[in-house]
C-alpha cells in the first residue's frame, strides 16, 4: 500500500511497469471538467474508473478485494476514510469472487483494519 499525494504521485511510478501510464492518465483526468465513467489508457490493462459518491457511515460498509488489479484512488475533491487490510482478513465474504470483474466483497473484520483518512489531494495506491 502507498499513501501520497498528486504531487509526489511520480515518485512510486518506477515500482510497476504500468504506473506511470496509469497516474499520467490520473492526472489528465483530474484537470478536466468531472465526467464520471470508465476512460482506457491501454485497454483492459490500464483504466480508470471515475466515480462521485456521497460517503457513508461505516456501520453496514463492505470492504472490496481484487486478485488481478491494483487499485488507485485519487480524492480529487471531498474527503473519506477508507479502510485497508489484507483480502484473506475478510471474515465473512458476503459477495464471492467474480473473476469477470476481479473483485469480491466481505464484511470489514474487526482488529485487522487499517484507516486512511483520504483528503483532497490524497492518493491510495492498493496493491
Known sequence: MILTTKENL?????????????????????AKPFEAGRFEIDGDNVFINVMEFDTHPEDGALMEGHRNYIDIMWIVSGEEQIGVCPVDALSNVTTPYDASRD?????????????LQMKTGCVCVLF
Do not use: C, D, K
Open 10 to 30: 511520480n515518485n512510486y511510478a518506477v515500482m510497476h511497469p504500468r504506473f506511470a501510464s496509469a497516474f499520467a492518465g490520473l492526472a489528465e483526468l483530474a
Open 103 to 115: 473483485i469480491l466483497f466481505g464484511e470489514i473484520p474487526v482488529g485487522t483494519t487499517t484507516y
